[in-house]
């Protein structure tokens, strides 16, 4: 399998994995901790697995400062996870989606805030335009009985959305490590 296949598979995958979270977490039953415990610890076995095979263990690949931005990033997981299903809980899962979608928005704001990226003028204006949709396509459908444990839940994909932001900027500053090994970490935090 050459690579280009390789990396679309993986893909598919992950976005399958993905596309099913918000269900688990609805249906399931369990508290955001539950959960986020499960998934930290699931990951962590099957990542602590790849990297062995892959041989990303060695100590050459940590360094003091890329283990506690891992960390850091892994924090920010944790709380973007929790704030995640919380969210689920509260609102409705395509709102909390929905609304979760700042993160790319809060990420470029962030990277060039810290990282001192440089935003062009045109990639303003499609975040507005991306803003202003995603505020359409959000007030649309909402109701006018709108309560409290729903605009909590609204708050909660928000602050998802922000710590997702964080993990995505840490993982930007581990140029260099496998991210696999990254993810290895985070999820070891995360446990």
Not at 29 to 48: H, K, Q, T
Not at 74 to 92: K, T, V
């Amino acid at each position: 399998m050459d690579l280009q296949t390789q990396g679309k598979m993986e893909m598919i995958v992950a976005l399958d994995l993905a596309g099913t979270i918000g269900i688990f977490a609805y249906f399931s039953g369990l508290s955001e901790f539950a959960i986020v415990l499960w998934r930290c610890m699931m990951g962590c076995a099957v990542l602590l697995l790849v990297c062995w095979r892959r041989g990303y263990l060695s100590s050459r690949q940590f360094s003091r400062r890329s283990v506690v931005l891992a960390l850091l990033g892994g924090a920010a997981l944790l709380a973007n996870w929790l704030f995640l299903f919380a969210a689920y809980r509260r609102a409705s899962i395509s709102i909390s989606g929905l609304v979760y979608n700042l993160q790319p928005f809060i990420l470029a704001s962030l990277s060039a805030w810290i990282l001192h990226e440089r935003i062009r003028r045109d990639h303003i204006v499609w975040a507005c335009v991306g803003l202003a949709g995603l505020a359409i396509v959000a007030f649309a459908g909402l109701d006018e009985d709108v309560d409290n444990e729903f605009l909590i839940g609204l708050g909660c994909a928000v602050c998802a959305a922000f710590f997702y932001a964080l993990a995505a900027l840490s993982a930007k500053l581990l140029r260099g490590m496998p991210p696999h090994l990254v993810a290895l970490i985070q999820f070891a935090a995360g446990s």
